[in-house]
Each structure stands twice: as C-alpha cells, then as structure tokens.
T-cell receptor, first 112, second 114 residues
C-alpha cells in the first residue's frame, strides 16, 4: 500500500521546546517537500529536497530545520526560534520527471 | 498582485448543481496545472492534472485550461454533499536547474447542501 505517512496526527508542545515531525514515503519518489498551512493563507513552502543529502530553503525556512539521510524520509524540526509554530504541517513528494505532488495526511502542531 | 488568484468562497450550492471553480494566474510560463481537493483537517488529494490547454475529463470532473486568458477551471457535475471540501489549484513552469516548486492558490471552500 503505497503512500506518504506523517506522524503524529496531533502534536502538543510547550513553548521553547524543539519538536520533530515525521514524514515517510514508500512511493520511491525523489523529491520531498514541507509546507505549512494556516487558515486563509494557503500553502507556504518551508523546505524541499530533490535528492538524498541535499535540501533547499523555501519561503519560510526561518525557525525550521530538515534532514534527508534516506530517500524515504524527510523529517522536519520546528525549533524554539520559530515565532509562531502552531499550524497544520503537510509533507509532499514527487516522482522525478513529473510535476504532480502527492501529500501526506498532515500533522497539526499546537504550541502553548 | 499574487501569481495565482483564487476566490476563497465559500461557494454554497444545492446537491446536483454544476459547480465551477476557477483560478487566474499572471505568469505566462506556467504550463502544468493541477487541482487538489482537501477535506477539513486532511492532506490535499490530487484530483486532476493537465499539461495543455483545453479540457480534460474524469468522471464528474472536468479541468479546463485557457492559456491565452491565463485562466483555469474545474467543473463538477451532479455535485454531491461529499464534494464539500476546499479545492486548491496549483501550477508550475518547466523546472529550471532541476528544481520544481508549484505555486498554489489559496483554495475555494465548496459547500454542497442536500
């Protein structure tokens, strides 16, 4: 059963703590992406990775970090430097040579 | 001016109606167009994609692209309450330097009432 999994579905953290969101795909896709979605603001790109061990900043990378040690995995760390971390986080992937992205189910992060 | 404009709605229609969802764009380099459906608190699901002008049909859904007007549409025939969701358009230009970053509209909220 191919797809993209994100865990956990809901995550609660105290302000000042770093938190890591998981994204795994078994689609054999080369590229992976992290987006943030806030009400009324659409999708905003945080980081993306075209290949293993390489990634680039998106439009709102400040306060976030990523790694891409395996093709299947692209975890996102929300650091304490992120001023407004409460949001819905979406991971996506794409096969090389295509233009369609496929999304995971998302993780809703709440920081209080 | 945003590169992709999409009316957030909400658009409320009765069951069985034909729904028209639209996006306009300003970047004439966009050549690849996608529509996603997103249910509340879920990830977007790819509905349709097209790489050319004209119409593409899939069941009750038809995607239409007019590159000369920089305008794309998604039509839903015989709309059902289960179609109630937010619909996002996305578009992209040919990858440059190997990167590919689509531009998304903000999404239109559709409500189909019985």
């Amino acid at each position: 059963d191919g797809g993209i999994t994100q865990s956990p579905k809901y995550l609660f953290r105290k302000e000042g703590q770093n938190v890591t969101l998981s994204c795994e795909q078994n689609l054999n896709h080369d590229a992976m992406y992290w987006y943030r979605q806030d009400p009324g603001q659409g999708l905003r790109l945080i980081y993306y990775s075209q290949i293993v061990n390489d990634f680039q900043k998106g439009d709102i990378a400040e306060g976030y970090s990523v790694s891409r040690e395996k093709k299947e995995s692209f975890p996102l760390t929300v650091t304490s430097a992120q001023k407004n971390p409460t949001a819905f986080y979406l991971c996506a992937s794409k096969r090389g040579g295509s233009y369609e992205q496929y999304f995971g189910p998302g993780t809703r992060l709440t920081v209080t | 001016q945003k590169e992709v404009e999409q009316d957030p709605g909400p658009l409320s229609v009765p069951e069985g109606a034909i729904v028209s969802l639209n996006c306009t764009y300003s970047n004439s380099a966009f050549q690849y167009f996608m529509w996603y459906r997103q249910y509340s608190r879920k990830g977007p699901e790819l509905l349709m994609y097209t790489y050319s002008s004209g119409n593409k049909e899939d069941g009750r859904f038809t995607a239409q692209v007019d590159k000369s007007s920089k305008y794309i549409s998604l039509f839903i025939r015989d709309s059902q309450p289960s179609d109630s969701a937010t619909y996002l358009c996305a578009m992209s230009s040919p990858a440059s330097g190997g990167s590919y970053i689509p531009t998304f509209g903000r999404g239109t909220s559709l409500i189909v009432h019985p």
